[in-house]
C-alpha cells in the first residue's frame, strides 16, 4: 500500500500540460494500491462545482479509472480550489478532507493541511480567508451566475499578484510559532502552499513542504509514504 501526497498542481485549461503530467501520475500509482491525497490548489481556480466546461471531463474520467483500480483519493481545499465540494467529489468517490486531517501509520502520527493557515504573518490574507470562507459568504457565493464567478476569481487573482508584489517574502511564508503549534499534535507535518519543497528537522519532528508543479522544469516534489510510516520524497517528472 502506497500514500502519495501532492499539492499546488494548479490545473487549469491554460496549462494542458500540467494536466497531462497529473494523468501521467495517476497512471503511475493505478496499480499500487495507492492512497492518493490532493492537499490544496489542485485547480488553479475552482468556480463550482457545476462548472462542467470540457478541459475538466478527462480528469473526471482519470480518477474514475484510477478508483476503479482499487485506489483511494482524498482532497483538502486550498486558498485556490475552496469551493471545491462533495458534488464534484463523488463522481470518482473522493473523500473530502477538513482543514486539518491526521494520518497514524506504524504509531506515526501525520498532520496534513494545505499550508497557508500557517502563514500568520501575512495578516491581509488571513483577514480575507476568514470572509471569503464564510459558510454564510460560500452559501451566497455558489448561487451566483458561473460567469459571474469566473470574473470575481479573475480579478481576486490580479488582486493578488499585485499584492504580492509588496509583501516581503518572509510574509508570505510558514510562521514558526504556529509550525511548532501544529508540530505540538503530530510527529510529522505535512503542507504545501508555499511553493517552497524542503524538508525541515525540528528537534525531534519533522515539517515536510510538498512542492508546486512547474511547468518551467516540468516537475514536481511529491511525497510517498508505505505502511510502516517511511516516507520519501521524489522528484517526479511529467
Excluded at 194 to 202: D, G, Q, S, W
Aim: aromatic share 10%; with cysteine.
Amino acid at each position: 500500500m502506497t500514500y502519495l501526497f501532492i499539492s499546488d498542481l494548479h490545473l487549469s485549461e491554460n496549462y494542458p500540460r500540467l494536466i497531462r503530467g497529473f494523468l501521467d501520475l495517476l497512471v503511475d500509482y493505478a496499480d499500487r494500491n495507492t492512497h492518493l491525497y490532493i492537499l490544496g490548489d489542485w485547480f488553479n481556480a475552482w468556480l463550482g462545482d457545476d462548472n462542467d466546461e470540457e478541459w475538466i471531463k478527462p480528469i473526471v474520467t482519470a480518477l474514475q479509472q484510477f478508483h476503479a483500480r482499487g485506489n483511494h483519493i482524498y482532497f483538502q481545499a486550498g486558498n485556490r480550489d475552496f469551493v471545491l465540494g462533495t458534488k464534484f467529489l463523488q463522481q470518482f468517490n473522493a473523500e473530502l478532507l477538513p482543514e486539518v486531517a491526521y494520518l497514524t501509520l506504524n504509531g506515526i502520527r501525520f498532520r496534513l493541511e494545505h499550508g497557508d493557515a500557517l502563514c500568520t504573518d501575512d495578516r491581509s490574507y488571513q483577514r480575507f480567508k476568514k470572509i471569503i470562507r464564510n459558510p454564510v459568504v460560500l452559501t451566497l457565493l455558489r448561487k451566483t451566475p458561473l460567469s459571474f464567478r469566473k470574473k470575481l476569481a479573475n480579478n481576486l487573482r490580479q488582486q493578488s499578484k499585485t499584492a504580492q508584489q509588496h509583501k516581503m517574502a518572509e510574509i508570505m511564508d510558514v510562521n514558526q510559532d504556529a509550525v511548532q503549534q501544529a508540530l505540538s499534535s503530530c510527529d510529522i507535518l505535512i503542507h504545501g502552499h508555499t511553493h517552497r519543497p524542503m524538508i525541515h528537522h525540528i528537534e525531534q519532528k519533522f515539517r515536510i513542504v510538498l512542492g508546486d508543479w512547474r511547468i518551467s522544469t516540468q516537475s514536481a516534489e511529491i511525497l510517498e509514504i508505505n505502511e510502516q510510516g517511511e516516507w520519501v520524497m521524489h522528484h517526479f517528472m511529467f
